[in-house]
T-cell receptor
Framework: NAGVTQTPKFQVLKTGQSMTLQCAQDMNHNSMYWYRQDPGMGLRLIYYSASEGTTDKGEVPNGYNVSRLNKREFSLRLESAAPSQTSVYFC???????????FGPGTRLTVT | QKEVEQDPGPLSVPEGAIVSLNCTYSNSAFQYFMWYRQYSRKGPELLMYTYSSGNKEDGRFTAQVDKSSKYISLFIRDSQPSDSATYLCAMKTNAGKSTFGDGTTLTVKP
């Protein structure tokens, strides 16, 4: 079992470009989350999906959109990237909403 | 003021030392307490999960919760270089979102 996978692992964008970060899980978990992690600021929740078909904003949703494509997949889209979105992005899943979370390996994004 | 405050570190100890990592919180509704370990360039992984006040032990790791003082700790006995990582505390209410601390980076020197 792969657990939680994220693609791509690394990405460099120019300001204004768009991209989609992909997350997939084979754990049959109901809930999925997107976080960003910046030095000294811990993990900040961007969006989450409590179950298939639902999405909700987290602490820092501006500049992002999400799609819960099916139970396995949860994507994060940056429509017009900004340097402030340079960060490490983690996808996580949990069997029950807000229970123990399992994290993917992360995507390192640099916006120049 | 943040709901969860974690000792910022970084922390550097010699191999074999006892390590204490600490978090305080302000929301008395937090009922569930977790410690995650994050190795460099990896995602966090759950280390300990506790509900009630008191101690929970797992090998060299002990999680301590003091709800009256709104204080949680993670103790690592006989620390090893392989324990070098960032440790994140997290907590949640019965029905609410998980809130993470900012993390403490630990280095155990051989």
């Amino acid at each position: 079992n792969a657990g939680v996978t994220q693609t791509p692992k690394f990405q460099v964008l120019k300001t204004g470009q768009s991209m989609t970060l992909q997350c997939a899980q084979d754990m049959n978990h109901n809930s999925m989350y997107w976080y960003r992690q910046d030095p000294g600021m811990g993990l900040r929740l961007i969006y989450y999906s409590a179950s298939e078909g639902t999405t909700d904003k987290g602490e820092v949703p501006n500049g992002y959109n999400v799609s819960r494509l099916n139970k396995r997949e949860f994507s994060l889209r940056l429509e017009s990237a900004a340097p402030s979105q340079t960060s490490v992005y983690f996808c996580a899943t949990s069997e029950v909403e807000w229970d123990e979370q399992y994290f993917g390996p992360g995507t390192r994004l640099t916006v120049t | 003021q943040k709901e969860v405050e974690q000792d910022p570190g970084p922390l550097s100890v010699p191999e074999g030392a006892i390590v204490s990592l600490n978090c305080t919180y302000s929301n008395s509704a937090f009922q569930y307490f977790m410690w995650y370990r994050q190795y460099s360039r990896k995602g966090p992984e759950l280390l300990m999960y506790t509900y009630s006040s008191g101690n929970k032990e797992d090998g060299r790791f002990t999680a301590q919760v003091d709800k009256s003082s709104k204080y949680i700790s993670l103790f690592i006995r006989d620390s090893q270089p392989s324990d070098s990582a960032t440790y994140l505390c997290a907590m949640k209410t019965n029905a609410g979102k998980s809130t993470f601390g900012d993390g403490t980076t630990l280095t155990v020197k051989p």
